[in-house]
């Protein structure tokens, strides 16, 4: 069965260094979604992709944030300069366009 | 008015017994309603999903209750087992591609 991959499943950094956590969606997808949850917490959105371009994205996903799909399989997301607060686990999510999100494993994030 | 209220925020049932999670949401564009199951360290996996065309939908032991004109849906687990302790997310979407807003999750223990 496709599954929604994702690496690393673990990302140790320090605060104000760059990340790129990656995904690969299923392949006849074609909406991404990345989400994240703070340990204990509700998964919360932060980005939808469609069309190569980014289609929703919540208050948190601010400037420090960005999303590429750079090639036909891997989808991306960069924190550019990492806070304490963006620790958590980041999971990804792909749709074929009908009502069912797939998610990924996660990556734990966490920045000391 | 994107919220979805989920209560219990745990629940512990015997083996064999019926959890019961329940949900409530605002939004009435909401048109998709997943359930999802969280075991520890992983990604949310879809358990059930319902439209509010429909009041009840069952498959095994899973089933959802829909009430639109309250806006409420539950999760019932029939018999349930060990193996079902997991955290419950109800959850939220509208439209066909957007982003789904989750309830604030249920951790189930179900003891022998």
């Known amino acids: 069965e496709p599954e929604v991959t994702q690496t690393p499943s673990h990302q140790v950094t320090q605060m104000g260094q760059e990340v790129i956590l990656r995904c690969v969606p299923i392949?006849?997808?074609?909406?991404f979604y990345w989400y994240r949850q703070i340990l204990g917490q509700k998964v919360e959105f932060l980005v939808s992709f469609y069309n190569n371009e980014i289609s929703e994205k919540s208050e948190i996903f601010d400037d420090q944030f960005s999303v590429e799909r750079p090639d036909g399989s891997n989808f991306t997301l960069k924190i550019r300069s990492t806070k304490l607060e963006d620790s958590a686990m980041y999971f990804c999510?792909?749709?074929?366009?009908?009502?069912?999100?797939?998610f990924g494993p996660g990556t734990r994030l966490l920045v000391l | 008015q994107q919220q979805v209220k989920q209560s219990p925020q745990s629940l512990i049932v015997q083996k064999g017994g019926i959890s019961i999670i329940n949900c409530a949401y605002e939004n009435t564009a909401f048109d998709y309603f997943p359930w999802y199951q969280q075991f520890p360290g992983k990604g949310p996996a879809l358990l059930i999903a319902i439209r509010p065309d429909v009041s009840e939908k069952k498959e095994g032991r899973f089933t959802i209750s829909f009430n639109k004109s309250a806006k409420q849906f539950s999760l019932h687990i029939m018999d349930s087992q060990p193996g079902d302790s997991a955290t419950y997310f109800c959850?939220?979407?509208?439209?066909?591609?957007?982003?789904?807003?989750f309830g604030t999750g249920t951790k189930l223990q179900v003891i022998p």
């Open positions: 392949s006849n997808h074609l909406y």
């Open positions: 959850a939220a979407r509208s439209g066909g591609y957007q982003k789904v807003t």
């Open positions: 999510a792909s749709a074929m366009g009908g009502e069912t999100q797939y």
